[in-house]
């Protein structure tokens, strides 16, 4: 059983920087993406950005690129979301995601595991 557990939210001021991370357990395969998402309240959950999990090819929103960066540690089994330079617009409940295998997508619907989230807030 997959399990995806995001850290590292919070409260941070307009132009600062955070980093957060995800924690998957249970993977048995490597063909397949995992995917930073976000929630802001009364908005569809997006697509922030994406990793495949063997080569580390990264694919980015553009509200995001140039700010955002995907990385991964396969050994320790955990992604990272390096965000710099936040605004209002990026406030809200990120998740992580893992796609079906063989999937490499930006599609809510191609990714079967998720986790928990964790908030992220911008104060002016």
């Known amino acids: 059983q997959v399990q995806l557990v995001e850290s590292g939210g919070g409260l941070v001021q307009t132009g600062a920087s955070l980093t957060l991370s995800c924690e998957a357990s249970g993977l048995t395969y490597d063909f397949y993406a995992m995917a930073w998402f976000r929630q802001a309240p009364g908005k569809e959950r997006e697509f922030v950005g994406s990793?495949?999990?063997?080569?580390?090819?990264?694919n980015y929103a553009e509200a995001v690129k140039g700010r955002f960066t995907i990385s991964r540690d396969r050994a320790k089994k955990t992604m990272f979301l390096q965000m710099n330079n936040l605004t209002s617009d990026d406030a809200a409940v990120y998740y992580c995601?893992?796609?079906?295998?063989?999937?490499?997508?930006?599609?809510?619907?191609?990714?079967?595991?998720w986790g928990q989230g964790t908030q992220v807030t911008v104060s002016s």
């Open positions: 990793t495949t999990w063997v080569g580390g090819t990264t």
């Open positions: 995601a893992r796609s079906r295998i063989g999937k490499i997508s930006t599609r809510r619907a191609d990714y079967e595991y």
